[in-house]
C-alpha cells in the first residue's frame, strides 16, 4: 500500500493527520522541496508562518519560501539578496546605456541642424572671386568663412 | 565584546553568552531586532549552523543578508524576498524595451543622415538670382560614436527559477 504522508511528515518520520498544514503544498513526490525548506526556514517555523496566513495565500508563500530556500542553499552567504544585488547592477547597466543613446540623439539632433545652418551661409574661396567679377556683392577676399 | 555583556541573541534567548558565542559578533546587545527577526523567520539554531559552515570572513555578510531576507519576509509573508526580484525583473524587462527603442531610433537616425542628399567633398557651385556665386564646401559628415549594443540577454537561469508567472508587485 502507497505511503499516503505528505513529504514533510515523511522527512520528519511522524504521521500525516488529515489536517497536516504541509500536506498541500510538499507532496510526497517531491521531498526536496521540504528538506530545502526545512533546511533554511525548519519545519515549525514554516508550519506557522502558514499558519498566520490565509489559506488561499499559502502556496504562494510555500512556493517563495521554496525559492529562497533554493537561492540559500546555492548561496549560503547571500542568498535571494545576491539576486537582487545583480538586479540592481543590470537596471543601472540599462539605464546608463538608454541615457548615453539619448545623449547622442540628442548630439545628432543639434548637429544635423548646424549642418542645415551651414549650408546656407556661403564659402568664398578668393581665388574664386578673382574669376568672378562684377559680382554685386563685395566680399572681403581675406575673408574666409569656413576653414 | 566584554563576558559580563551577553549578546543579543543570548539575550533573547536567556541563555549565558560564552566567550566564543557564534552570533556574538554580529549580534551586539544594542540592536535586540535584528537578531529579534532573523530568530523568528529561521529560527536560532538554523543560523548558527548557516554560520558554522562558512568561514569568519563570510559571516558578517551572511548575517546581513538574512537580516534582509528576514525583514522582507517580515514585511511581506507572502512573498518575502522573491517579491523584490519579481519586481526588479520587470523593471529590468521593461528598460530593456525602453533600449531597443532608442537603439532603433538611432539607427534610424543614422541612415538618415547617410543617405542626405549633399554630397561630402566636391564643391558646389549654385547659381543664384544676384549673379553671386557660391561655393560651398561641405565636410565630411562626422563620424558617428559607434556604439555597440550590449544585449545583455539577463538572468535566463533566474527566468527559469521564477515561480510566479504573474505580476507580484504588492
Redesign the interface.
Known sequence: MASTRCAACKYLRRRCPSDCIFSLYFPSNNPQRFAYVH????A??VGK?LQ??PVH?RA??A??????A?C?IKD?????????N???Q??H???C??A???A??AF??T??QSDQQL?IA????PN?LAE?K????SFDDSSTW?F | MGGNSPCASCKLLRRRCAKDCIFAPYFPSDDPHKFAIVHKVFGASNVSKMLQELPLHQRADTVSSLVYEANARVRDPVYGCVGAISYLQNQVSQLQMQLAVAQAEILCIQMQQEQAPITTTSPVLLEEDDKSSLFLHQNDLPQFLTFSSSNNVIYDSFKKESLFGQDMIS
Do not use: T, W
Open positions: 533546511k533554511i526556514f525548519g515549525s517555523n508562518m498566520d496566513l495565500r504562494d508563500a512556493d517563495s519560501l521554496y525559492y529562497e533554493h540559500r549560503p552567504v547571500y542568498g535571494c539578496v545576491g539576486i537582487i545583480i538586479l540592481h543590470e537596471i547597466n540599462v539605464q546605456q538608454i548615453k543613446i539619448q547622442e540623439i545628432l539632433g548637429h544635423a549650408q556661403p564659402n568664398l574661396d574664386f568672378q562684377g559680382l554685386s556683392n569656413f
